[in-house]
């Protein structure tokens, strides 16, 4: 079953504006991943977050992370039409092991 | 290679047909896993390697999946008498090492559709 829940299942906004998906999980983390998906195919790793983290910054990314909650956001600030993508969060546990359990994604589509 | 690259990138069959799904993963890499992406939803994982063992095989959905990897590199996941349930993109990622904080590096994926 996946562990991570995404929301909102799909965000629209306008170029420039900062976009925000949540990911709610059930188990405990050793770490929780963003990952980006472009046209159903390949994805792309985004950023890493450990569970002793609580936030984290690359580029336009920035990544909150509460483990009292079970819960990440991943803000990208000064969207750009290029952003449109599903991006999905990815977490693994003490009794996962190497395996990652991806959530239900969120599509976002930046408008120009 | 520069990348991961899976084979064929689509693949339409009829049901009852066995599959053979390719990966190649990117050179060097020793962990190797596959995904499977319904329509519209989230990866489901399905086994991963190490080297060309199969530590855990825990998400394969039924004994008409399976997979090997041979010589540390290229994998195949096999799916015997294809279902229509089966339908669904197969992405495989590769890792410098089985460990989760090691970047997985996705495939292209194969769209399988089964009539």
């Given amino acids: ?112 | 290679g520069a990348g991961v690259s899976q084979s064929p990138s689509n693949k339409v069959t009829e049901k009852g047909k066995d599959v053979e799904l390719r990966c190649d993963p990117i050179s060097g890499h020793t962990a190797l896993y596959w995904y499977r992406q319904s329509l519209g939803q989230g990866l489901e994982f399905l086994i991963y390697f190490q080297g060309n063992s199969a530590p855990d095989k825990s998400g394969l959905p039924s004994d008409r999946f399976s997979a090997e990897r041979t010589g540390g590199s290229v994998s195949t996941l096999t799916i015997q008498r294809t279902q229509q349930e089966d339908s669904a993109v197969y992405l495989c990622a590769s890792s410098f090492r089985a460990s989760p904080t090691d970047t997985q590096y996705f495939g292209p994926g194969t769209r399988l559709t089964v009539l």
Avoid at chain 1, 59 to 64: A, D, F, H
Avoid at chain 1, 86 to 109: I, K, N, P, V
Wanted: hydrophobic share 25%; charged share 20%.
């Fill in chain 1, 1 to 112: 079953s996946q562990q991570g829940e995404e929301d909102p299942q799909a965000l629209s906004i306008q170029e420039g504006e900062n976009a925000t998906m949540n990911c709610s999980y059930k188990t405990s983390i050793n770490n929780l991943q963003w990952y980006r998906q472009n046209s159903g195919r390949g994805l792309v790793h985004l950023i890493l977050i450990r569970s002793n983290e609580r936030e984290k910054h690359s580029g336009r990314l920035r990544v909150t992370l509460d483990t009292s909650k079970k819960s990440s956001s991943l803000l990208i600030t000064a969207s750009r039409a290029a952003d449109t993508a599903s991006y999905f969060c990815a977490t693994d546990g003490e009794t996962s092991g190497s395996r990652l359990t991806f959530g239900e994604g969120t599509q976002l589509t930046v408008n120009p």
